[in-house]
């Protein structure tokens, strides 16, 4: 059965239009990540709401194409302007700017496209192989299993809320309470609606994203001195010197990929982690000191390591409905946007459909390198954009697009309300992957436990009635439980000196 949903994927995502949406997404995202200001999740969810009439697999393709493509965008403002054009690429600009600086800034460029590229095809390659083993799992779970790995979900909450976990409690919390407007799953009931029949099928989870990131972002950009526009840029240096460059690491490639998709598959980390992890062990590893003063390792340790985060991503967002990233919350919100419910479904009934997303990132990541390569003398006016003009239009783009999904005055009013919180929890550092895992697992454990609970005609012990769910369980106490030990054990060690 796993053999004929390849083959049916790979028919899927060969076919037209898909592959176009893959070109498309891709140039799309380079242009998004290298724009500095912009970035995946703000660049997905402005896109999020003109996908309604593509189809499910076109728009989560086009999606994906968007998010791969923006991870090798991101470093070309890093190499040229010093500014990473996403966070993924902060990294790259320790050896991408100063090589610039050398002259060789298109030797960095094109060091940057091969590995990730690279970097991708071996992430993608890594979960068509793991895939099964997934499908096997998923096929064992049942509705107490389903609860209790949204619960796990959930509990990482703890993890993701650097800084405050009281702050990420909160905004998890919230996330939480917002899912609870409307019809509750499985009992008809009507809640916290006030009346408003537009409330009925609750808030719009594509709203709040588009609140979220397209209007936060912009009014964080808003307030932002100077602008990030730039004019003095050079694109020198040999293409194919940075081709040699990075056939003559493969250790370094291998490794920062698999870096990357391992961080990538933890929620809250992403390749804002990754690209330093890899970095750092590129830098342990290596022979050379000229770190962080043009030394091109340094560049292909970033890329690959952000590139093979989307693989790694993926695992959670598509096996539990887990986004890791702010990008995978987005690509989730387009998934529920056309009908597709993120989670175990997507390795059993929906097993061609997910493998044809792993051809099309495959493709995707060739298309990095082709044009990666062919485009790196005009990558400089991507550098160029002033923010003048970028922030009305983004404003206008999300505020129209959220309402023309359902028409409904109540998303509009959701994308300015969520706009001004996102903005707020930026200012004081509430976690947004909190807020949105709350948003995302909130429905499904809520509709599990339920129909748990049916099934078991009320009694409690169905949830450790099976070995997944008392591992289930006791990976979520193990979460929970271990910060505080961790907490209580440094306590006691200062206490003791």
């Excluded at 094109?110 to 997934?134: E, N, Q, R, W």
């Excluded at 000191?289 to 590139?307: K, L, T």
Aim: zero cysteines; a negative charge; hydrophobic letters at 55%.
């Amino acid at each position: 059965m796993t053999f004929a949903a390849f083959l049916e994927g790979l028919q899927i995502a060969f076919s037209w239009p898909t592959i176009g949406w893959m070109v498309a997404g891709v140039l799309l995202g380079i242009v998004i990540g290298a724009v500095p200001g912009i970035g995946p999740n703000l660049g997905m969810a402005v896109t999020l709401p003109l996908t309604l009439p593509l189809g499910g697999t076109n728009a989560i393709v086009l999606l994906i194409g968007i998010y791969s493509g923006s991870m090798y965008g991101g470093s070309i403002a890093a190499i040229l302007v010093n500014v990473p054009g996403t966070a993924a690429a902060a990294a790259t600009t320790f050896d991408g700017y100063p090589l610039s600086r050398q002259g060789v800034a298109s030797m960095a460029l094109s060091a940057s496209a091969v590995s990730s590229a690279l970097a991708g095809f071996m992430t993608v390659a890594a979960l068509i192989v793991i895939s099964p083993l997934i499908v096997t799992i998923v096929l064992a779970m049942g509705s107490p299993e389903y609860f209790l790995v949204a619960v796990l979900g959930l509990s990482m909450i703890t993890i993701v809320a650097r800084g405050s976990m009281v702050k990420g409690l909160v905004a998890g919390a919230f996330g939480l309470m917002l899912t609870t407007i409307g019809i509750a799953p499985m009992l008809s009931e009507v809640r916290f609606t006030g009346g408003s029949l537009a409330l009925y099928d609750g808030l719009s989870f594509v709203a709040a994203i588009l609140g979220l990131f397209a209007i936060a972002e912009m009014l964080k950009l808003a307030g932002e001195s100077g602008g990030i526009a730039r004019e003095d840029v050079d694109t020198s240096g040999s293409v194919w010197e940075g081709v040699r460059e990075v056939a003559a690491r493969p250790v370094t490639v291998v490794k920062s990929a698999f870096i990357g998709m391992f961080i990538g598959s933890l929620p809250g980390s992403g390749a804002a982690v990754s690209n330093f992890v890899a970095y750092g062990e590129a830098m342990r590893s290596s022979e050379s000191d000229g770190f962080g003063r043009g030394e091109i390792e340094g560049v292909i340790a970033a890329e690959a390591s952000n590139n093979g985060t989307v693989g790694g991503s993926l695992i959670p967002a598509l096996s539990f409905g887990i986004p890791g990233s702010g990008a995978t919350a987005v690509l989730l919100g387009g998934l529920l946007m056309h009908g597709l419910q993120p989670g175990p479904d997507m390795f059993d009934g929906e097993l061609a459909l997910t493998y044809s997303l792993f051809v099309a990132l495959f493709l995707g990541n060739a298309i990095i390198l082709v044009v990666g390569l062919a485009l790196i003398t005009r990558t400089e006016y991507l550098t160029k954009v002033n923010t003048d003009y970028l922030i009305p239009v983004i404003v206008v783009l999300a505020i129209a697009g959220g309402f023309t999904l359902r028409s409904n005055w109540a998303d509009v009013a959701t994308i300015v309300l969520l706009g001004g919180i996102g903005y707020y929890m930026f200012e004081h550092d509430y976690s947004v992957i909190a807020f949105i895992l709350g948003m995302v697992l909130g429905p499904i454990a809520e509709e599990n436990f339920t129909r748990s609970l049916q099934l078991s005609d009320g009694s409690w012990t169905i949830f450790v009635a099976s070995w997944p769910s008392r591992l289930l369980v006791a990976a979520v106490l193990v979460i929970l439980v271990g910060p505080l030990l961790k907490d209580w054990y440094v306590s006691r060690g200062h206490g003791a000196t």
